[in-house]
């Protein structure tokens, strides 16, 4: 099988949501240390090497919303798609506690290789997708319930935002209404970072976007990640009625 760094499902759908997965696999691609970049198993099904159950969720919700899915394939620690260029977390070498091994030396050549051949195509990708008329984009991840040497995170859910919360406030009220769950505003993370994905793509173009974290316990396999994506998918559709986009 041919390898590609993205994934593309429902591109003919008509919805308005361009739903993104930036973490959605742990794929090491052949042509990067052959394969493997040296850590055992158990760290590369962890969250430092994707969002575990982000890439179902996402799927599920392309169907509810009959909207386009776009999904990187490639692991975040090969190079992360969610950071600028510039960014110094683009190619990580320690996350989390663990030392990548076959990162440890990379130089300028390998990341601009690893750019060319898998960072950059993702986002020539995203950017055709999302320059669609009228698209609204829905950013899907996942978060760990707690780091190592920190305190359990409380949140279900997070929906991160900038100023730009005409489609994150509406959908904040809709998701904090259901007594079970606990919301964060900007958190588990704040925000975004300059040259992030919505930056890129949506900021800098005036598109309304949201990106939802959901806490991976919650959707580590394919019962919960379409039962989140049923729960997730009415109040969208509401949250952007209320919006008036």
């Keep these: ?52 159950g982000a890439y179902g969720v996402a799927q599920h919700l392309g169907v509810l919303l009959d909207s386009p899915v776009i999904a990187a394939n490639f692991s975040r620690l090969v190079i992360d ?4 260029e510039d960014d110094p977390t683009l190619l990580m070498k320690l996350y989390d506690g663990s030392v990548i091994p076959a990162n440890r030396h990379v130089g300028a050549e390998e990341r601009e290789r690893r750019l060319e051949a898998y960072y950059r195509p993702y986002h020539r990708e995203l950017a055709r997708l ?57 958190e588990p993370y704040a925000g975004h970072l300059p040259g992030d994905s919505i930056d890129k793509h949506a900021t800098a173009f005036g598109r309304p976007n949201v990106l939802i974290e959901i806490r991976n316990d919650l959707i580590a396999d394919h019962d919960g990640q379409r039962a989140w994506a049923e729960r997730l998918a009415p109040a969208l559709i509401r949250a952007l009625e209320v919006s008036g986009f």
């Design 130 to 186: 999302a320059g669609l008329p009228h698209m609204v984009i829905l950013a899907i991840h996942s978060f760990t319930r707690q780091l190592r040497g920190r305190d359990p995170r409380p949140w279900h859910v997070g929906l991160l935002h900038t100023e730009d919360d005409r489609v994150a406030r509406p959908l904040f009220d809709l998701l904090s209404a259901e007594p079970d769950l606990v919301v964060g505003d900007n």
């Design 81 to 84: 798609p969610n950071r600028g």
């Design 1 to 52: 099988m041919t390898y590609t760094p993205y994934f593309i499902h429902g591109e003919d759908r008509p919805g308005r949501w361009l739903i993104t997965c930036d973490h959605a696999t742990n794929v090491v691609p052949p042509d990067v240390n052959g394969g493997d970049l040296g850590l055992p198993r158990e760290d590369m099904e962890r969250h430092i090497a994707y969002d575990v």
